[in-house]
């Protein structure tokens, strides 16, 4: 994996792509962690995590949470935030949408530069929103 993160230009790639990659990210965290917890099958695991990496979910995250961001931190979620987006879930605002879209940038911008002890920092606070 390390040699193709190497090919991912930080400064050139987009907002939605770093938030496509966050997205993928943060579903595999959530994902382990509630299996952790849990002996359920994965259909009700599945349920379990929608509270967690639904936009929703998400956009009310970002929000408990931006206060614990850097400077930096909060600008990426920020250029995430902003992209422009062509289409939005019908369960969902579009205020909530872009703000989980800046949250899974910076999910994503923080597994693709390899900040993995802020990266598991973020994601442990984020799931304490939930309990």
Known sequence: M??????????????????????AVYNVYIRT???SKSTAKAGLL??????????KGQSE???K???M???EEVSVYKRGRNTN???????????EYKKATGFECLIGYLYVTR????????????????N
Do not use: P, W
């Open 33 to 35: 962690y509630l299996t």
């Open 61 to 63: 995250t970002i929000d």
């Open 115 to 130: 900040q993995k002890e802020r990266l598991d920092e973020i994601v442990k606070e984020s799931i304490k929103c939930f």
């Open 85 to 95: 987006i062509s289409t939005v879930s019908k369960h969902v605002d579009v205020v």
């Open 2 to 23: 390390e040699e193709y993160i190497d090919n991912i230009d930080i400064q050139t790639v987009s907002a939605q792509t770093l938030a496509f990659i966050g997205d």
């Open 69 to 71: 961001l850097t400077e």
């Open 46 to 55: 599945h349920n379990q995590s929608i509270k967690y990496v639904s936009a």
């Open 65 to 67: 949470i931006m206060d």
